[in-house]
């Protein structure tokens, strides 16, 4: 089975901290993404990343960044956290591929509280 | 992005089948049709995808109608634990793009 893990199902940290999200894919999948989700506005991409080194914004970057180091590994940074960043944190991975075929495999998520 | 419209929404009794729909007037020719769900607490997962004709496999079945602008998702006998937020997305490249779905309810 493929497993996404996220180092934490909760998190609880001040505002001002620098806050980093981890996400391990067992996979070797190319691809791997950040969404938030927040209720009435369903599932919004972050950022996503189809190979090492490699990284494109999606559509709410602003506040966050992201390091792709390994292949299996895609982190998420909050360089100074701030309230309306809590929200619920997930992690996908997919094959890289053809435009259709492959699913999004996603991890638990990790709701994170910004006090 | 082109974009879907679901019901917020929708209730079935248990050990029936429930048809969940998807309006999607403005899908290019090149979308695929993805469906996934997302169970409490849970990340989502993948439910089923087509292009053009109907899909079938062992979580659900996908109609589509002839001119693409809606399909139907059908879970053929609801149990408890098809309730979930079904989310009905068009995807013409590596991302998707999430609506706020159907939140589906099973009565026992």
Redesign the interface.
Known sequence: DVK?TQSSRYLVKRTGEKVFLECVQDMDHE?M?W?RQDP??????IY?S?DVKMKEK??IPEGYSVSREKKERFSLILESASTNQTSMY?C?S?I?GS???Y???????TRLTVT | DAKTTQPNSMESNEEEPVHLPCNHSTISG?D?I?W?RQLP??????VI?G?TSNVNNRMASLAIAEDRKSSTLILHRATLRDAAVY?CIL???????????TRLTIIP
């Open positions: 996404v691809n993404f969404y009435g506005l369903g599932l919004r991409l996503f189809y999606g559509d997930l996908a997919s890289m435009l259709h075929s699913e999004q495999y996603f991890g638990p998520g | 090149t695929y993805h996934y607490s849970q990340g989502p997962e993948y995808h292009l989310y995807r013409g490249n590596e991302k998707l793009t999430f609506g706020t779905g």
